[in-house]
Structure formats: C-alpha cells, structure tokens
C-alpha cells in the first residue's frame, strides 16, 4: 500500500510543481522592445513609428490625439482554465502587491482585464489608458480619453501583467513588465520671432528657445497663414496695407486668447517650412501650400519648437510681412543713371558696391543723394 501511494505521488509530482509562465513572444526583443502600433479601430494596421532619433517606441501628444494602440505580443504557458489574466499600469510601483491595486492610496490604474488565456494571447492597450493615472490624474481616478493629451510630461510608465491562479486573490503566479516613456508636452515657444521681405520671400528668424524640460529639441516649425483673407480687416493686401493688420485675429493666434498647439491637422493647412538637427535660424519661406509668395501680400508668420518625442510646442506671437520686390543700393544707383565705375568715380580698379570717392554734383555725392531722395517713398528692405 505504501509503496502504491508513493508511485502515485511521484506521478503527480511534476504536475503539481509546474506553475504559468509569462514572456515575450520571440521576435519582440530589444532594450525596450519595440512593440507593434496600430490604430484606434479594430483591425488598424500596423503603423510606421517616428525615426530612430526621434523616440520610436515613446508615446507623445500626437499619438495620444491619433488614438494608438500599443500591441504586447505575449506568450503564456500551462494557464489554468479559471485564472485571472489583467494588466495594470503604474509610475514606480509594484502592482502585484494588493495595496497598490485596491486601496484607497492606490498608484496602479487597470489597463487592460479579462485577457484571453490562450498560449500567445496579443494584448492591444490604448495609449490614453496607460497614460489615465498620470499627473495630473491620479491612479485613483484614472481619465482615458482625449483630455490626457498634451497633459503628461516626460514620464516612465510600468505596464504589468499579472496572471493569477484560479482563486488567488492577493499575489500573482505571473508577472512580466515593460516600461513606457511618454511625453505629450512640447517645448516653449521660441521668443523674438521676426520675419523680412524680400522678392516673393520672407526670412523668418528668432532668437532664444526657453528651456526644453528634460526632452531634448530637436528643431523648429514654421507656419504661415493670409490674415487678410479671413475677414479679420486684413485689408485687400495692397501696398499701402499695413504689415500689421489683421496679424492678432489670423489662423495662427489661439481662438481663446492662448496660444494655439499645432497638431497633425493643423500642420497640413499652415507649416510652410521647418528647420530639424538644429534650432538655430534662419530659414526662407517661399511657398504656402506649394504656391509662391506673392508681393504686396499681407502674410501672418509664427513658429514653434519641436523635441524628440515629435511634440510641437506651442505657437510664438505672430508677426506680418509683406514681400516686395528687393534691390541693394548698388542696382538701385545704376538702374536710376549713376555712372560710377564707368568714371572717375569708384575707387580702385574694379567698380564695387558701395566703393565711392569723392565725386563733383554731376556724378559723385551730391547727385547719389537727388537719386536717393527721388526713390519710392515707401522704403525697401534687402535681405542678406
């Protein structure tokens, strides 16, 4: 008898000591992996990430407002039919331990639950889930839709899962986590933007970018807009218009009086030209919509920062330009008479700009100034 009892309890030995087991499908490794996106319906494909110095596998703003998904591909071994399988989400705790989960302090928000217990269960969360519980929500009262955009700064967030046996309650017989970087915040909006005519042109430039937060900037956007076109007494962008006018009601400036964020959208409608590896300026715009500036046109300009997670930042002020047809004073000199380099009056032996002598009122300083004083009254500017 004893030795039957013995034969039987090796046999069930080995069944009694296995216990689940949770990982990774193959194929997804990698420091983080790289976990498949895809959209906000059911059966999205897959989608094309941001490059790699661009914070591929982060959450940013974009992302968020896009409704993706992140797709966990798992594998799960010797599940029990009544198991419990569920995800959590935290910013540096343990979700396994049953406080964190339940209590009225908790700092882990569910994320996913009733997961399918199958060998390669394939886990889609959606990224306003995993960011609900962040500041400034809280774990307690998780908030998963559009609201939680553009609300997380840079943050590291713990997706956990936890299998737990058929009447367990407290510890998990499985657990696996991944960690999330998001950042839906971006960089402020650069200061002293200025934008120059020039011939079917403007230059745009700024000056300093405030301080970039804890995500690197990676460059500058550039929008522009017709002010005088949105009935915002713009004018009919004549010559005499001034280059002011219609700049605080334009496309550009924040509807409620702050300032406006570019997202996807927006960006298809205004950028009209940007500058990345390098937030220094300045840049040219020549084109709005692929159509060429027009001179005597009344143009609203504004720029805004960008960072690796691909967050734009906020808007600058808005400034007005108009590009005009542009000469330096050497073309002006000649196209109004001015012989100077074909006498006695520029020095040295090659003609120059700017290179004059003293000349007699005929030719020299006294008929530059008649020349001068006779040009367009309305002044025109060069661009270097």
Not at 59 to 69: P, T
Not at 123 to 145: C, F, M, Q, W
Not at 240 to 263: K, V
Request: charge should be negative.
């Amino acid at each position: 008898m004893a030795a039957t009892l013995a034969a039987v309890f090796l046999f069930l030995a080995p069944a009694m000591a296995r216990a689940a087991s949770l990982a990774l499908a193959p194929g997804y490794s990698g420091n983080p992996p790289s976990l498949p996106r895809i959209g906000a319906t059911e059966g999205a494909p897959i989608l094309e990430k941001r490059p790699a110095g661009f914070e591929p596998e982060g959450v940013s703003r974009q992302d968020c407002l896009d409704d993706q998904r992140i797709r966990f591909p798992l594998v799960l071994g010797d599940a029990a039919a009544d198991a419990r399988f569920e995800a959590w989400a935290t910013t540096g705790t343990d979700c396994s331990e049953t406080a964190t989960r339940e209590s009225a302090a908790r700092t882990c928000w569910r994320v996913a639950e009733h997961i399918a217990l199958t060998t390669n269960p394939i886990v889609d969360i959606p990224v306003r889930a995993i960011l609900s519980g962040v500041s400034p929500n809280s774990a307690a009262a998780p908030v998963a839709t559009a609201d939680v955009c553009g609300k997380v700064d840079l943050t590291n967030i713990t997706v956990q899962f936890l299998y737990f046996d058929p009447g367990a309650v407290s510890s998990p017989t499985a657990k696996l986590a991944f960690t999330i970087r998001a950042d839906t915040i971006g960089p402020p909006a650069p200061a002293g933007v200025e934008a120059l005519p020039g011939n079917q042109r403007l230059r745009v430039s700024w000056g300093t970018i405030g301080d970039g937060g804890l995500v690197s900037l990676r460059g500058v956007d550039v929008y522009c807009a017709e002010p005088s076109s949105n009935g915002d007494g713009g004018g009919d962008g004549g010559a005499d218009a001034s280059p002011n006018l219609g700049c605080a009601a334009s496309s550009l400036a924040g509807g409620d009086g702050g300032a406006r964020i570019p997202d996807n959208a927006f960006d298809e409608k205004f950028l009209c030209s940007m500058i990345t590896g390098n937030t220094a300026g300045p840049v040219i715009v020549d084109r709005i919509d692929g159509q060429p500036l027009v001179n005597g046109t009344n143009y609203a300009v504004a720029v805004a920062a960008t960072d690796v997670f691909g967050n734009i930042g906020p808007l600058s002020s808005v400034v007005c330009a108009m590009p005009e047809q542009t000469y330096d004073f050497w073309t002006d000199y000649k196209e109004a008479g001015g012989s100077a380099g074909d006498g006695g009056c520029a020095v040295g032996s090659r003609a120059m700009p700017g290179s004059f002598g003293i000349c007699g009122a005929s030719g020299g300083l006294a008929g530059l100034a008649v020349m001068v004083l006779r040009r367009r009254s309305r002044a025109r500017r060069r661009i270097p």
